[in-house]
């Protein structure tokens, strides 16, 4: 008799429920079952990419009544922001490659992504955590101004994509499923308004890792198709930026200037073989340590730039690099006919960077942390930092991609030139892909050996 009861109630629950849904539906849009009521603002998004991986129905609400807020057209680049960026694009990379860089390593960092994971983390921080986080990032640029200029930077990457020449730039905020983690209004936000990230409410699991590594996988179109191994068991948060890049040459070079079996002497002093793209460039630059040029990319908004040490020790270079070298470097090409050969070349790299930022001055994020922004209740340290980034450069254009992952748990309370100028890129060098309407290097990486992927 009792079981009969039970499934009677079982029965007339269903019933119940199936009519409930058909009201629901009779006035609103068919709704899919795995659904995330905080849907990104596609019509403003910087990339019209399909909508991420489902989370079984789970959702952050605080992001329900929130949207993109993309900046205004007319709005133009903080100049203490940029200089303060392009400090830690260079002091980041030279910090975070130096010791891959010593055993001839091929590297890629891209700074800009890493500034957009820690610039959300930036704003659950107060106190002496947020202040050094500040000071690494932008050069003491108080966090309203860089949340705006960061909120230009993903505005512009919109109007500024054509077919030939894209970049997108895509962020997310994934929160382990605990009643007692519940996000801060401001946080959330700030997360949605000025990152545009997608926010999400997970286990934690191996499904949630499936998951967070697709979406990874979507928004850098597939080079990077896995961003965490696994989840150590302590992580409450992963805050994560994509970029892709996916450019083609303004003059892309002809088959006659591609040059099969030319010789590169790599890092360990051997020559190998290797295919050069061999061309006339229009943009020489040099500072006495080092020469280079610049190669625009299809549209003008992106160039790419090779710099070759005057010596030949690349390890010495980079060590010895200051914070606005690339910049000026960038800012003071002439116009002048300038010889080349780069090589081509296609690599992964990855690197974990809490040790690195920590180095650089932002230890209190890690150690002593002040993230009480972040949660309504409780505090929390960051982790790990982990970074991957590819690459792949032809005689057709230029494919790279990034990836960055904020980790968060629990905290308790030079020879003389000729007349023509030649850079014959046949030895260790360091490259950048600039934007060329902020001078920011979006990338920047080495190249020891072209035939190592």
């Not at 070079?253 to 290797?274: A, L, M, P, W």
């Not at 992964?348 to 890690?366: N, Q």
């Not at 150690?367 to 340290?381: I, M, Q, R, V, Y």
Request: charged share 25%; hydrophobic share 35%; net charge negative.
């Amino acid at each position: 008799m009792f079981k009969r009861i039970v499934s009677a109630v079982i029965a007339i629950t269903m019933v119940m429920g199936m009519m409930c849904s058909c009201s629901e539906s009779s006035s609103s849009e068919p709704a899919s079952p795995n659904s995330i009521i905080s849907q990104p603002d596609t019509s403003d998004s910087p990339s019209s990419q399909p909508d991420a991986p489902s989370t079984n129905g789970d959702n952050i609400e605080l992001t329900a009544n929130y949207s993109f807020a993309k900046a205004p057209d007319n709005s133009s680049a903080d100049a203490d922001f940029i200089n303060g960026l392009n400090g830690f694009s260079a002091e980041l990379f030279k910090n975070a490659v130096k010791s891959d860089l010593e055993q001839g390593k091929n590297t890629l960092i891209s700074a800009e992504s890493v500034a957009f994971a820690l610039g959300m983390t930036a704003n659950g921080a107060k106190g002496n955590t947020l202040k050094q986080m500040q000071d690494v990032m932008a050069g003491g640029v108080e966090l309203d101004r860089f949340n705006k200029n960061m909120n230009l930077l993903i505005s512009n990457t919109q109007k500024n994509n054509t077919e030939d020449s894209k970049l997108n730039i895509a962020n997310s905020v994934w929160v382990k499923d605990r009643e007692d983690l519940v996000l801060t209004q401001q946080f959330a936000k700030n997360c949605k308004e000025i990152f545009n990230a997608e926010m999400f409410r997970a286990p934690f699991d191996n499904g949630t890792l499936n998951k967070l590594n697709g979406w990874v996988n979507e928004k850098t179109d597939k080079m990077i198709p896995k961003i965490l191994e696994n989840f150590t068991g302590d992580e409450i948060m992963c805050l994560v930026n994509c970029i892709a890049f996916d450019s083609k040459w303004d003059k892309q070079y002809t088959d006659k200037q591609v040059r099969e079996d030319q010789k590169f002497t790599n890092f360990k002093g051997d020559r190998i073989s290797c295919t050069m793209l061999c061309s006339t460039e229009k943009n020489y630059v040099e500072n006495g340590r080092a020469t280079g040029f610049v190669k625009n990319y299809k549209g003008g908004k992106y160039a790419f730039m090779a710099v070759l040490p005057n010596d030949n020790s690349i390890a010495d270079y980079v060590s010895s690099m200051t914070k606005d070298e690339i910049a000026k470097l960038y800012a003071g090409k002439t116009s002048e006919d300038v010889i080349t050969k780069l090589p081509s070349f296609t690599y992964d790299y990855d690197c974990e960077l809490s040790k690195t930022l920590s180095y650089m001055g932002m230890s209190d994020a890690f150690s002593n942390p002040d993230f009480t922004n972040l949660f309504e209740k409780g505090n929390a340290a960051i982790s790990k930092v982990i970074h991957k980034t590819h690459i792949e450069l032809d005689a057709k254009g230029t494919k790279a991609a990034a990836a960055t992952v904020v980790t968060m748990k629990e905290a308790a309370i030079a020879i003389e030139p000729d007349e023509t100028k030649q850079v014959i890129l046949d030895r260790p060098f360091v490259y950048a892909i600039m934007d060329t309407e902020t001078g920011l290097p979006v990338f920047m990486g080495t190249v020891c050996d072209p035939s190592v992927s």
